[in-house]
């Protein structure tokens, strides 16, 4: 392991470093304290039919969509990113509070999800006035982006059995008031602790200035493979809950198990992709993860038992690992001058897979259950790895 932070630690961690890698963990808390219980908060608390917990994620997606590019393009332009990760925080934290007390359907999929976007893109802009600090200082970008990923995947190691322990033991009240929590904590840090980051001046090419990102292909062949990869995990999010519960009658502390489990399996994925990204590159790695996102979800499609379940995670890890972490870094190559746009653009394929998964997860488990859901993911992530073999190395 300390050959693997080398890279990062052959300067001294400044007092910043130290708080974008508390930030990263309590913003991955929230996130992991609401994602993993969400299908189940809407169809036993809400009382909705699966079509419903779709149209719910789907709505979600495309919101998130809306305010996110919206907040990038202010974000790129205002230089004043501090603030607003600090406003989108807060936001996020009203969210949770609302979730906390309000079990109407219509209200949660409009105030609520609108309040939520703004929550989860604070993350990207966390990572994206990281990748301003790491330029600023001198440090290497690959590494410290792979550890503060690794603090979200810490967090998601944590945060989905305490969000079934809280869920369980004491209500959704009680979990998303938690996660509220982690939203204000993250808000006080950046806005106490954390610099503003001066805008850097990059040599940026003709084509980059000229043309929108989708008509740049390497940027939209990277952007479809990426949203893919995230249609994949999303079904897998949506469905694998109601699967483990419902399908195969295994308790609910089972699905925090496989999260927590994958989540913490990520963390050594994430810093060893990043120390040996320098050696064989960011394409070659993106390749390696998507290939085991296809042996992975093949799994699903054959397995039910829950140690078998359990083992298949590293290959979910290496998947989920390694695009989050390159993915990021990749768009940003891609896009010289344009940090916030590219990270959010990244962050969008999560949400624009959402979307997909949404409409995807509903239906097919509507009609032909929930085991159904899993053939379809493979189909999706040998898409992406095709797409992995025609991307333009950076």
């Given at each position: 392991?300390?050959?693997?932070?080398?890279?990062?630690?052959?300067?001294?961690?400044?007092?910043?470093?130290?708080?974008?890698?508390?930030?990263?963990?309590?913003?991955?808390?929230?996130?992991?304290?609401?994602?993993?219980?969400?299908?189940?908060?809407?169809?036993?608390?809400?009382?909705?039919?699966?079509?419903?917990?779709?149209?719910?994620?789907?709505?979600?997606?495309?919101?998130?969509?809306?305010?996110?590019?919206?907040?990038?393009?202010?974000?790129?332009?205002?230089?004043?990113?501090?603030?607003?990760?600090?406003?989108?925080?807060?936001?996020?934290?009203?969210?949770?509070?609302?979730?906390?007390?309000?079990?109407?359907?219509?209200?949660?999929?409009?105030?609520?999800?609108?309040?939520?976007?703004?929550?989860?893109?604070?993350?990207?802009?966390?990572?994206?006035?990281?990748?301003?600090?790491?330029?600023?200082?001198?440090?290497?970008?690959?590494?410290?982006?792979?550890?503060?990923?690794?603090?979200?995947?810490?967090?998601?190691?944590?945060?989905?059995?305490?969000?079934?322990?809280?869920?369980?033991?004491?209500?959704?009240?009680?979990?998303?008031?938690?996660?509220?929590?982690?939203?204000?904590?993250?808000?006080?840090?950046?806005?106490?602790?954390?610099?503003?980051?001066?805008?850097?001046?990059?040599?940026?090419?003709?084509?980059?200035?000229?043309?929108?990102?989708?008509?740049?292909?390497?940027?939209?062949?990277?952007?479809?493979?990426?949203?893919?990869?995230?249609?994949?995990?999303?079904?897998?999010?949506?469905?694998?809950?109601?699967?483990?519960?419902?399908?195969?009658?295994?308790?609910?502390?089972?699905?925090?198990?496989?999260?927590?489990?994958?989540?913490?399996?990520?963390?050594?994925?994430?810093?060893?992709?990043?120390?040996?990204?320098?050696?064989?590159?960011?394409?070659?790695?993106?390749?390696?993860?998507?290939?085991?996102?296809?042996?992975?979800?093949?799994?699903?499609?054959?397995?039910?038992?829950?140690?078998?379940?359990?083992?298949?995670?590293?290959?979910?890890?290496?998947?989920?690992?390694?695009?989050?972490?390159?993915?990021?870094?990749?768009?940003?190559?891609?896009?010289?001058?344009?940090?916030?746009?590219?990270?959010?653009?990244?962050?969008?394929?999560?949400?624009?897979?959402?979307?997909?998964a949404g409409a995807i997860a509903g239906g097919v488990a509507e009609v032909w259950g929930y085991h159904a859901v899993f053939y379809v993911a493979v189909a999706s992530v040998a898409t992406a790895l095709a797409c992995c073999y025609r991307l333009k190395d950076v």
């Amino acid at each position: 392991m300390r050959a693997l932070t080398a890279l990062y630690y052959r300067q001294k961690p400044d007092f910043a470093s130290i708080v974008f890698l508390v930030v990263a963990f309590l913003t991955g808390t929230a996130g992991a304290l609401q994602v993993p219980t969400l299908s189940l908060f809407l169809s036993g608390e809400v009382g909705v039919r699966p079509i419903l917990v779709g149209t719910f994620y789907t709505v979600s997606a495309v919101i998130g969509i809306m305010v996110s590019q919206w907040l990038a393009h202010r974000s790129d332009k205002s230089g004043n990113r501090r603030m607003l990760i600090v406003w989108c925080c807060f936001l996020g934290a009203l969210g949770c509070v609302l979730f906390a007390f309000d079990r109407h359907y219509l209200l949660l999929i409009t105030v609520g999800v609108l309040l939520g976007s703004f929550g989860g893109t604070g993350n990207p802009q966390v990572f994206a006035l990281a990748r301003e600090h790491a330029d600023h200082t001198a440090r290497e970008a690959v590494m410290f982006n792979s550890i503060l990923r690794a603090q979200v995947s810490l967090a998601w190691v944590i945060g989905p059995p305490l969000a079934f322990a809280l869920a369980i033991g004491y209500g959704f009240t009680a979990m998303y008031l938690g996660a509220a929590l982690a939203f204000l904590g993250c808000a006080l840090l950046v806005w106490k602790a954390l610099p503003d980051i001066p805008s850097q001046k990059h040599h940026i090419p003709a084509h980059h200035v000229r043309v929108s990102w989708w008509r740049d292909p390497a940027v939209r062949l990277l952007f479809i493979a990426c949203t893919l990869m995230w249609t994949c995990n999303s079904m897998y999010l949506i469905t694998m809950p109601l699967y483990i519960t419902h399908t195969l009658g295994l308790p609910e502390k089972t699905v925090g198990l496989l999260m927590g489990t994958a989540a913490g399996l990520e963390i050594p994925s994430m810093l060893i992709a990043g120390y040996y990204t320098r050696r064989f590159g960011k394409r070659s790695m993106m390749r390696f993860a998507t290939a085991a996102g296809v042996f992975f979800y093949i799994g699903m499609t054959l397995v039910a038992n829950e140690y078998a379940m359990i083992g298949m995670q590293l290959l979910n890890a290496i998947f989920i690992g390694i695009i989050a972490g390159i993915g990021m870094l990749y768009f940003q190559d891609l896009m010289p001058g344009q940090i916030g746009m590219a990270t959010t653009l990244f962050a969008t394929c999560t949400r624009t897979g959402s979307v997909i998964a949404g409409a995807i997860a509903g239906g097919v488990a509507e009609v032909w259950g929930y085991h159904a859901v899993f053939y379809v993911a493979v189909a999706s992530v040998a898409t992406a790895l095709a797409c992995c073999y025609r991307l333009k190395d950076v």
